[in-house]
């Protein structure tokens, strides 16, 4: 909100050079005239100090009030591309005015088009409006990284006929446009639905539904007769329906690295703007981490997103939906909440006598069938965060980590050992090569009892 202060901060009127200077040449004018006694010259001298102060009152007088509605098209954008900004703005003043130039306020990461010169607009039309107060204005906005950034409001300018004075105004609220990470496209791998045991038989189970995977309830109106659960019927005595359990949901866990408490200084502390562009490696990890995310909510699962557990930086959370997203209307929200995920600031910082506690550990009774897949995307993880996966290993199953350039060589090897499939991915690129080679090394792990091929 600076950039608003800093707008209405410039709200008043103000000389422009051209006014500037004519006063600067009245006051010699009228130095002059007192000097040497001229009276001609100290009428110039007098046209010369009062037209600037002339043209400010003019202006203060004449300032706009104009209504602005701003809309998006798309409304969310992905990163690289980008969006139609149509804003459509209304004259609220009985007085007409012209010569105007307008521009509409948004972050320098965005790239907003400069000064344009608005069209006339008319008087205020309360009781028949006609259109003619009405201006309707269009740009294109580039969106070359991803967050959540505010467009607006529209700043006007204002000049007198003679361009000696200009006053600004701000006109509208400003609208968050929401950029969504980059998703690179993953192949389908048969691999997915046939190494993930009990959660993918819930996956076969859901798709092609028994009378053990369903409910009966009462027929109600509209129901198609094919969902109709005869067993049920004839036991009941009066017609059932069969209806999906959905407690059987196929679920993955997505792990995200973004405490990065493995480094000692962020470069982007002190630059909250610039913060994404100076981390790629963070960037890196989003965009990994939407891909694999978009791809899973594609076939059949529910995602749960969470940030790698570290107990140095219990501040390191991700602001998604508790329960997890589901494959319909999922990949919206999901991408959404990785767009508003803050790059981070500064290194997590362990307090003084502070003990790293890993997670705790799955009881003995859990059944290979009943652990969810989970798949970790790191950057540089602590060594707390590397040994709460560690602890994690158990529970999962398979367990594949995407380890980007920045992670330490240490870290990987410590996970390998812990029986966690390391695949590294150093561009967006080589995501789809990594994620085949994942998920085949997880389907062979499946095939020699959880072995790792040779």
Known sequence: MSRVRAARAQSRPRLTGRGIALMAIGGVLFAIALWFDLRDIMMLASVGLATPLAALGFLALRAPRLAVTRVFEPAVVRAGESTAVRLRVQNRSSRAFDGAHWRDLASPALHPPGEAVLPAVGRHEGALPSGDDTVRLEYRLRTPRRGVFEVGPLRVAVTDPFGLARIDRVAGTPRELVVTPRVTPLETEPGVVASVDGTVHAL???????????????YRYGDPLRRVHWAATARRG?????????????????????????????????????????????????????????????????????????????????????????????????????????????????????????????????????????????????????????????????????????????????????????????????????????????????????????
């Open 204 to 218: 076969q189970r859901r798709t092609h539904p028994n009378s053990d995977e369903l409910i009966a309830r009462e």
């Open 238 to 454: 009066e017609l059932m329906v069969r209806e999906e359990e959905q407690r059987g949901d196929p679920e993955v866990r997505l792990l995200l690295d973004i405490a990065l408490g493995g480094r000692s200084h962020h470069p982007a502390a002190d630059a909250p703007e610039r913060a994404a562009t100076l981390d790629p490696a963070f960037e890196l990890g989003v965009e990994i981490a939407a891909s694999l995310g978009v791809h899973l909510l594609a076939h059949g699962f529910r995602v749960r997103l969470d940030a790698v557990d570290d107990p140095d930086a219990p501040s390191a959370r991700i602001a998604a939906e508790p329960g997890g997203y589901r494959a319909v209307g999922g990949e919206g929200s999901l991408l959404e909440d990785l767009a508003r995920l803050e790059p981070p600031r500064r290194a997590a910082r362990r307090e003084p006598g502070g003990r790293v506690t890993a997670a705790e550990p799955p009881s003995a009774s859990t059944r290979r069938d009943a652990r969810m897949p989970a798949l970790a995307v790191l950057v540089e993880p602590a060594a707390g965060a590397v040994e709460s996966l560690v602890a994690l290993r158990p529970g999962v199953e398979p367990a594949l980590a995407f380890a980007t350039s920045s992670t330490p060589q240490a870290v990987v090897d410590r996970l390998e050992e812990a029986d966690w499939r390391v695949v590294r991915v150093r561009r967006p690129a080589e995501l789809p090569a990594a994620w085949s080679d994942a998920w085949r090394s997880a389907r062979e792990a499946a095939r020699t009892g959880g072995r790792r091929a040779p």
